[in-house]
């Protein structure tokens, strides 16, 4: 799915160019749950930017299916730490908007906008307006707005740091629901070791200093079996190592 090949990005500032990635390579696969661990500044959202075709490496190439991602596309969705909803647009308008652009009928636009409010348990939601709603609600409304579009990937940042730990988890398994009936594939940014654990097959750990990846783990604790308080501290300690740049070989 995704070919991401020896990628630099570097910012133009006022005082100088800021290096964001530095020679990044990584392979994602249709269907995969990635998750990027790093400190803050480490290129975590510089990283969800040029995977998302919003920003355009300065060196490298990214393959997104075969083809050089040259710009955004709407096979790959993003949400943001803010949402990004219409304050003026109810809850229905918010999620039926990407068909409203894209000329749909109000047919089909009321028949998916209905069948994402139900997968999303936001049904009773629809005619409120973004202000009546929790943090945890609008996530789930900017969630139906990039899943109507019926997206290969959904790039989020941050997306269960505003969550308290019940709702975290039962958003957790409706991405996870999603994510196997439609075949998504799902990255996203977190600084939080345990979310990546609990969520991803993958974690990619950008170094402390910045720019790199430090490496790359396979996560156990997601294997069957494996859902052991042992194995979780196990993969707890091997990303700290990496973040704290002391290299486990068997990962790299
Ligand atoms: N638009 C920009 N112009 C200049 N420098 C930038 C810009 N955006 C990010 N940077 C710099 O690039 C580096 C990586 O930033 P980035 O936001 O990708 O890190 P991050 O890991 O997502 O951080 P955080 O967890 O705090 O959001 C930092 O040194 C940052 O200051």
Redesign the pocket.
């Known amino acids: 799915m995704y070919q991401i090949q020896h990628v630099d990005l570097a ?1 133009k ?1 006022a005082s100088g160019m ?1 290096n ?1 990635l530095q020679n990044i390579s990584l392979h994602i696969s249709l269907g995969e749950c990635v998750a990027i661990v ?10 969800l930017n040029i995977v998302a075709g919003l920003e355009k490496p300065t060196k490298g190439t990214i393959y997104f299916d075969g083809k050089e991602l040259k710009g955004p596309q709407q096979e790959i969705a993003i949400i943001f730490q803010n949402y990004g909803l219409f304050p003026w647009k109810s809850v229905k308008a918010n999620i039926a908007l990407p068909l409203k652009l894209a000329k749909r009928s109000k047919q089909e636009r009321d028949r998916d906008t209905q069948l994402i409010l139900s997968q999303l348990n936001i049904h009773d939601l629809q005619n409120r307006y973004p202000f009546q709603l929790s943090g945890g609600q609008q996530q789930r409304v900017a969630i139906g707005r990039a899943l109507i579009q019926k997206p290969k990937v959904l790039l989020m940042d941050e997306p269960f740091s505003a969550l308290d730990i019940l709702t975290k988890e039962q958003f957790m398994q409706t991405l996870q629901t999603i994510r196997h009936e439609r075949n998504l594939t799902l990255l996203f ?1 977190t ?1 939080n070791i345990d979310e990546a654990l609990m969520m991803s097959d993958r974690i990619v750990v ?1 170094h402390t200093n ?1 720019k790199t990846i430090a490496g790359i783990i396979e996560n156990d604790y997601q294997i069957e079996g494996r859902h052991h308080p042992a194995c979780m501290y196990r993969q707890q300690q091997r990303i700290k190592q990496l973040l704290k740049g002391e290299p486990c070989e068997e990962d790299i």
Do not use: M
């Open positions: 910012y500032s800021v964001a790093g400190v803050s500044g480490s290129g975590k959202s510089s990283f940014v600084h950008f910045g």
